[in-house]
């Protein structure tokens, strides 16, 4: 049976869904968490659905047996690839990126026109176009933006190879009119000010990793499984790949939130 004393599982392919783990440290600061990583595979945004589907329910799995009281798929590519059979595989609960940050982008737009970028992986599945479908009256724009990963796992959120990057896939959203922009990979609010700088300070930027992170926090609490009173959370930091690695790009990234780090050697196969 789940109890609050559990901790939340929270998965991705490497090191995007960090944002959304240090999201739900902010808005749940009592709970203890699992990260896992799969960045010996990553990554996950150029490879096949069927590929990232495989990995995805491994992964989980191995959150799963954990112990996890939730389970947070917290990378879009794998989000588009496994959530309905995630829900129907596991008895706990199972939140992802994508519907949080599509029914926050609907309540955003005045226009209804909305931006979506993202990796390829994506776009190609078509899960925000399927996540909007039903509401009337609304535009969706997709450009992938494969570089954005790059520049992000490298350490660059400025300057003007970036600035490039930026221009050359957020300008035609621009040109497009859209009001309202889905960050749709959880590696892009660390690119948040660049973007913003090139979109402009009139179309709303909607991050799939806090959108996410609220959707975690309802649903604990919902569910009755929200862990009382203040207490020193127990954060657990897992890869696939390098442990080293894995912390030197964290802790870049992410500063003094990524500690210790374990390899799960079961997971790479």
């Known amino acids: 049976m789940t109890t609050p004393d559990a901790p939340i599982g929270v998965f991705d392919s490497g090191f995007g869904g960090l944002t959304v783990a240090r999201a739900l440290l902010d808005q749940l600061p009592n709970e203890d968490m699992i990260y896992l990583g799969d960045t010996a595979r990553a990554p996950y945004g150029t490879k096949s659905i069927p590929e990232v589907r495989e990995y995805a329910l491994e992964c989980l799995d191995y959150l799963a047996d954990s112990g996890v009281k939730a389970l947070v798929i917290a990378c879009n590519s794998a989000s588009s690839a496994v959530l309905r059979d995630a829900r129907e595989r596991y008895d706990v609960p199972v939140v992802d990126v994508i519907l949080p940050a599509a029914r926050r982008a609907v309540r955003a737009s005045r226009t209804g026109r909305i931006g979506l970028i993202c990796t390829e992986a994506t776009a190609t599945s078509g899960s925000y176009d399927d996540a909007l479908a039903a509401v009337p009256g609304v535009q969706l724009v997709t450009t992938p933006c494969p570089l954005f990963v790059d520049f992000v796992e490298a350490g660059v959120t400025g300057g003007d190879a970036l600035l490039r990057a930026a221009q050359d896939y957020l300008l035609p959203l621009r040109e497009a009119g859209i009001d309202t922009l889905i960050l749709g990979c959880t590696h892009y609010p660390l690119l948040a000010g660049v973007i913003s700088y090139v979109i402009g300070d009139d179309?709303?930027?909607?991050?799939?990793?806090?959108?996410?992170?609220?959707?975690?926090?309802?649903?604990?609490?919902?569910?009755?499984?929200?862990?009382?009173?203040?207490?020193?959370?127990?954060?657990?930091?897992?890869?696939?790949?390098?442990?080293?690695?894995?912390?030197?790009?964290?802790?870049?990234?992410?500063?003094?939130?990524?500690?210790?780090?374990?390899?799960?050697?079961?997971?790479?196969?």
């Open 203 to 269: 179309v709303t930027l909607v991050s799939s990793a806090e959108e996410c992170a609220k959707e975690v926090f309802a649903t604990l609490t919902d569910q009755g499984l929200v862990h009382d009173g203040p207490r020193e959370p127990s954060l657990r930091f897992l890869t696939t790949g390098s442990p080293e690695l894995f912390a030197g790009i964290g802790r870049r990234l992410m500063g003094g939130f990524v500690d210790r780090v374990e390899q799960v050697y079961t997971v790479a196969g």
